[in-house]
C-alpha cells in the first residue's frame, strides 16, 4: 500500500503593533505569557528586535536570554527572521541567533543561525515550538564577540493554535456472518505492516454478504487535556464527533458515509479500497486506507470423478484434494482491485524567503526496474493548493533518483530556477490573506496530453477566486508543465519517494497544498492489487457408499443402485469461507445373461443385455477352452448358439463394450448314454440286477422296463418276473441312448438229487452258485448234525459227507446265504441212489 507522507509546518501568528520586544526585555514566560489572542496575534509585521532596535547596531560581546510562552489562548509560539516586506536580518559570521525548544537554553536546539550560515532569515517552519514540547515556548540567545557587529535583525514572534496532529486509527469488525472473525469484539483488521502495530492500514478479509462495522480510532495527543496537548491549556477539541471532528468513508465502489462508525457490506466477489478521511475543526484533515478482500469462489474444475460412468457394482474414484502433493485439487481463485490514486497529504506554506516545502510520496508496486521511458508514462500531476501570491512561488517534481522537472516558476528572481514569469499577487485557488487558517483548495493538474492549456509561463486565465479574500485566482484546470515531463524525467525509476518541492522566495502571503497525486499510464501498471485466498481444509460428505478415503481427498465409491449418485466435497479458505462441489457418478445396469444349463448339442442364448451408452454398444463371446466352444454365427452376435466338440462342463463369457464387465454361465454339454448291467446278464427270479449309466458330467438319466414302465431315474437295480426283458435309459435330451437285455430265471433249488452216475440230477445245483462267488451251503442230517460245509459252494455236492463218503439215502435239511449273506434260502433236500 502506498505510504502517505505529511509535512505539516506551523503558521505564524499575529502580534499588536504596539508589540516591540528587544532580545535584552524581561522574558515572557509562563508567569508574563505572551498575549495570544490580541498582541502575539499577527505574523505579518517585525516586533521582536535585537539590543539596537529597529534603527541600531546591536553591540560587542553581548549575551541576552529571552523566553517566549504562550498563554491560554495560544498552545505554540513561532519565530521569523526573515529579509524582505519589512523584515531585516543581519548577524555578523561570528555571532549567533541560539533559538531552544523550551523554556531554557537546556532546551534541544532548534537553530543556531547568522548570516553566513542562513542568508535569508530563518523559516517560521523551523523556528516554531515542536508537539514533544508541551510548554509551546521558545527560547532565543544571541551572543555576539567583539570582532564586528550587524544591524540585527526585525523580526516576529507570534503564537496561536496551529494544526493539531492526529494519530489516526481505524478498526474494522465483522458482524453476524461465516468468515473468521465473525460476530466477536476482537477487531478485524490484520496489520500487514509490522508486528505491534496497531491494526490499520491494512485488511479485512471476508466472506461475501459479511457486514464490517468501520471504526475511527484516531488518537487526538494534542487537543487539550490530551497525553501531548499544551501546558497553557491551549490549543483545540478534536475527539468529539460533530464539534471537533468529522469522518468520511469512501470505498471503491463508489459508497460513501460519514461517523465515526459505519456499516459496509461487499456486494461483489472482489477487493474495496476504503479510505478514512478525518477532518478536525480547523479544516486540517488526515487520510488513512485499508482494504477489504472477499472471499471468492475457488475453482473446482479438477474435482472430477475418474470414471463419471460407471455399471452397477463397479467403483470409480473420486478426486479432490487440496494438498500441495495432490495432482488435482481445489484452486484458489484471484482477484483485485483498483487502488484510486496515488496521494500525499496536506502541506502548509508558510511564509518564507527562500524556504523549500516539500512533500513525498513513496510509490512501490510496480513491476522491478520499471522506469518512464515514453511520453505519456506520467500521465499527470494534480495540486489541490491556495495561496495568495503566486508571483513568490516555484514547482518542481522530484523523482527518486534525483532528477527533476520544473512545473511552473513565477518568482523573476533567483530562486530554484532563474527569472521566472512573474505572477504577482494572483492567487492560487481561493487563497486566505488575512491569516494563516485554510481557504478554499482548487485543482490545478499539469500533462502533456493535447488536451491540457498552455503552460503558465505561456500565459493563463484568472477568475474571481473562490476563498475568503477578494481578488483573482489562477482558473482551475489541466494544464501544460513548463518543462516536458519525458525530456526531464527519462529513466527515472517509478518505485521510491517522488517529492514534490514548492519554492517560497519571499516573507510575504502564505498558503496550503491540500493534497497531491501523481498518475501513471496504465500500461506501466494499472495500479491493481491482486489477492487469492488459501484453501485450508477440506471434507468429504459422508455417504454409505463411500468405501475408502472419507478422510481423504481422495474417495473410493461404491454405489449400490442405478441412477445418478451425488459426493458432495466442501473446504475453506483462509478466511474462514466454505465451499463445495457435487461429483456426480452415472450408475447404468451391466451387462446380463442367462444361467448355466445343460445341453445335448448346442446350447441357444437368450434374453442377453448389453448396456448402450453415447453410441457406444454390443460385447464379445468367449470361452474358458476356445479349441471346444464355438459360436454362431459369430462371438459378437448378442445371443448366439453355443455348440461344444466334445462333452464336458465349459465357462462361457461374455464382455461388454461400455461397463467393460464380464459375467459368466457354465454349460454342461453332455451325449448319449453308456448303459452298464453290473455282474450277469441272466439272475434269478426275485433276485436284482444292477445297473447304470456311464456319465462324465453327473447326468441323471430315466430307465425303463418292460412296456415301457419307468423302473429308475438313476443307478438303480430291479427284480424282475423270469424272462428275456428290454431296459432302455434315456438321457435329458429325449432321446435313446443305450439298451441292455437281461435274462430272468426261476432259480428254484432243488428238493432231490439222484447221484447214481446217470449224469441227470447228479448234485445239489442252484443258480445262486453261479451268479454269486460267496454261496453259504450248509447240510444237517435229521439229528442236526453237519454233513457237509462250504463257504464258496460252486454246485458240485453229490450226497457225499466231509470226509468224501456217501451219506445214506433220506432226507436232509440244508441252508443256503449268498450276496455278502444279505440273502438265505433253507429246506429239504432227498438223496436216493437208485
Not at 471346444?628 to 461344444?644: C, D, E, K, Q
Not at 457354465?666 to 452298464?676: D, H, L, N, Q
Not at 441227470?760 to 445262486?768: A, D, K, L, P
Not at 432226507?811 to 438265505?824: L, P, R
Request: proline share 5%; aromatic share 12%.
Amino acid at each position: 500500500m502506498k505510504q502517505l507522507f505529511s509535512l505539516l509546518t506551523i503558521s505564524l501568528f499575529g502580534f499588536s503593533a504596539h508589540a516591540q520586544i528587544l532580545v535584552s526585555d524581561p522574558d515572557r514566560g509562563v508567569s508574563n505569557p505572551c498575549d495570544c489572542a490580541t498582541s502575539f496575534l499577527d505574523n505579518s509585521t517585525p516586533n521582536f528586535y535585537d539590543t539596537g532596535g529597529s534603527g541600531s547596531n546591536y553591540g560587542n560581546n553581548e549575551n541576552e536570554v529571552i523566553t517566549f510562552c504562550p498563554d491560554a489562548g495560544g498552545s505554540k509560539i513561532t519565530l521569523f527572521f526573515g529579509t524582505n516586506a519589512g523584515f531585516t536580518w543581519d548577524v555578523d559570521a561570528t555571532d549567533f541567533v541560539n533559538v531552544y525548544d523550551g523554556t531554557t537554553t537546556a532546551s534541544p536546539l532548534l537553530v543556531s543561525a547568522n548570516s553566513s550560515t542562513h542568508p535569508s532569515g530563518i523559516s517560521a517552519g523551523v523556528t516554531t515550538a515542536s508537539w514533544a514540547n508541551t510548554s509551546g515556548c521558545l527560547t532565543v540567545e544571541f551572543i555576539s564577540d567583539g570582532a564586528g557587529t550587524g544591524t540585527g535583525w526585525e523580526a516576529n514572534v507570534s503564537c496561536g493554535t496551529p494544526w493539531q496532529p492526529m494519530e489516526l486509527h481505524c478498526g474494522a469488525y465483522i458482524g453476524a456472518g461465516e468468515a473468521n472473525g465473525a460476530g466477536d469484539i476482537i477487531d478485524d483488521m490484520t496489520n500487514r505492516l509490522i508486528t505491534g502495530a496497531l491494526p490499520d492500514s491494512g485488511y479485512v478479509n471476508v466472506c461475501l454478504g459479511d457486514s464490517i462495522m468501520f471504526v475511527n480510532k484516531t488518537v487526538y495527543p494534542y487537543e487539550p487535556g490530551g497525553s501531548m496537548g499544551a501546558d497553557a491549556g491551549g490549543g483545540y477539541n478534536q475527539s468529539v464527533y460533530g464539534t471537533g471532528h468529522t469522518t468520511e468513508w469512501e470505498f471503491s465502489d463508489g459508497t460513501t458515509m460519514t461517523g465515526d462508525t459505519i456499516w459496509f457490506t461487499p456486494t461483489s466477489r472482489n477487493g474495496y479500497f476504503v479510505l478514512m478521511r478525518v477532518t478536525d475543526s480547523q479544516t486540517q484533515f488526515d487520510i488513512l486506507t485499508s482494504k477489504i478482500r472477499v472471499s471468492t469462489i475457488p475453482s473446482f474444475a479438477t474435482c472430477e470423478a475418474a470414471e463419471p460412468n460407471i455399471c452397477l457394482g463397479q467403483y470409480s474414484e473420486l478426486v479432490g484434494g487440496i494438498t500441495p502433493g495432490d495432482t488435482a485439487g481445489v484452486d484458489a481463485v484471484s482477484s483485485g482491485f483498483t487502488i484510486p490514486g496515488i496521494f500525499g497529504n496536506q502541506l502548509f506554506l508558510p511564509d518564507g524567503s527562500g524556504q523549500n516545502y516539500q512533500t513525498d510520496i513513496l510509490i512501490s508496486g510496480f513491476p522491478a526496474g520499471s522506469t518512464l521511458q515514453n511520453a505519456g508514462d506520467l500521465v499527470e500531476l494534480c495540486i489541490s493548493m491556495e495561496h495568495s501570491f503566486l508571483g513568490d512561488l516555484e514547482m518542481m517534481l522530484q523523482c527518486p533518483n534525483g532528477q527533476d522537472v520544473v512545473i511552473f516558476n513565477s518568482y523573476t528572481g533567483n530562486g530554484l530556477v532563474a527569472g521566472g514569469f512573474g505572477g504577482g499577487g494572483t492567487y492560487l485557488g481561493g487563497a486566505n490573506d488575512s491569516g494563516s487558517s485554510l481557504g478554499v483548495c482548487e485543482e490545478y493538474c499539469f500533462s502533456e496530453d493535447g488536451s491540457a492549456l498552455p503552460a503558465w509561463v505561456n500565459g493563463y486565465n484568472t477568475v474571481a477566486a473562490s476563498g475568503p479574500s477578494t481578488g483573482s485566482m489562477v482558473e482551475p484546470g489541466t494544464y501544460n508543465p513548463e518543462e516536458s515531463f519525458l525530456s526531464a524525467l527519462a529513466g527515472c525509476p517509478i518505485n521510491g519517494n517522488w517529492t514534490l518541492v514548492v519554492r517560497d522566495n519571499l516573507g510575504i502571503d502564505d498558503g496550503w497544498i491540500c493534497s497531491w497525486g501523481i498518475t501513471f499510464a496504465a500500461n506501466l501498471n494499472p495500479n491493481n492489487e491482486t489477492y487469492a485466498p488459501t484453501i485450508v481444509d477440506e471434507m468429504w460428505q459422508p455417504d454409505p457408499t463411500i468405501l475408502w478415503g472419507e478422510t481423504d481427498t481422495a474417495i473410493i465409491v461404491v454405489p449400490t443402485s442405478i441412477g445418478t449418485h451425488g459426493y458432495t466435497f466442501q473446504v475453506e479458505d483462509n478466511y474462514g469461507c466454505s465451499y463445495d462441489t457435487t461429483i456426480t457418478v452415472e450408475v447404468i445396469q451391466g451387462p446380463t445373461i442367462i444361467p448355466g444349463d445343460t445341453t445335448c448339442t448346442t446350447f441357444q442364448f437368450s434374453n442377453t443385455y448389453v448396456p448402450s451408452q453415447g453410441g457406444v454398444s454390443g460385447g464379445t463371446w468367449f470361452s474358458s477352452d476356445p479349441s471346444v466352444i464355438s459360436f454362431s454365427p459369430n462371438n459378437t452376435f448378442i445371443n448366439p448358439n453355443v455348440s461344444a466338440s466334445q462333452d464336458g462342463e465349459y465357462t462361457i463369457y461374455f464382455n461388454d463394450n461400455v461397463c467393460n464387465d464380464t459375467v459368466s454361465a457354465t454349460i454342461t454339454f453332455i451325449s448319449e448314454p453308456v448303459a452298464i448291467l453290473y455282474g450277469e446278464d441272466t439272475i434269478c427270479q426275485n433276485d436284482t440286477a444292477q445297473f447304470y449309466t456311464y456319465s462324465n458330467w453327473g447326468e441323471n438319466y430315466k430307465w425303463f422296463g418292460p412296456s415301457g414302465t419307468l423302473i429308475s431315474t438313476d443307478t438303480a437295480a430291479q427284480s424282475f418276473d423270469p424272462g428275456i426283458h428290454t431296459l432302455v435309459a434315456l438321457n435329458s435330451c429325449g432321446s435313446d441312448s443305450a439298451f441292455i437285455n437281461l435274462v430272468v430265471e426261476s432259480c428254484a433249488v432243488p428238493n432231490v438229487i439222484t447221484p447214481n452216475g446217470d449224469n441227470v440230477n447228479e448234485t445239489f445245483y442252484t443258480r445262486y452258485a453261479e451268479v454269486y462267488d460267496d454261496v453259504i451251503l450248509i447240510i444237517y442230517n435229521r439229528w442236526g448234525r453237519v454233513v457237509y460245509k462250504t463257504e464258496t459252494y460252486d454246485n458240485t455236492w453229490a450226497g457225499e459227507k466231509r470226509n468224501g463218503k456217501p451219506v445214506s439215502d433220506g432226507v436232509y435239511y440244508y441252508v443256503m446265504k449268498w450276496d455278502g449273506g444279505s440273502k438265505d434260502e433253507a429246506g429239504t433236500i432227498t438223496v436216493f441212489v437208485e
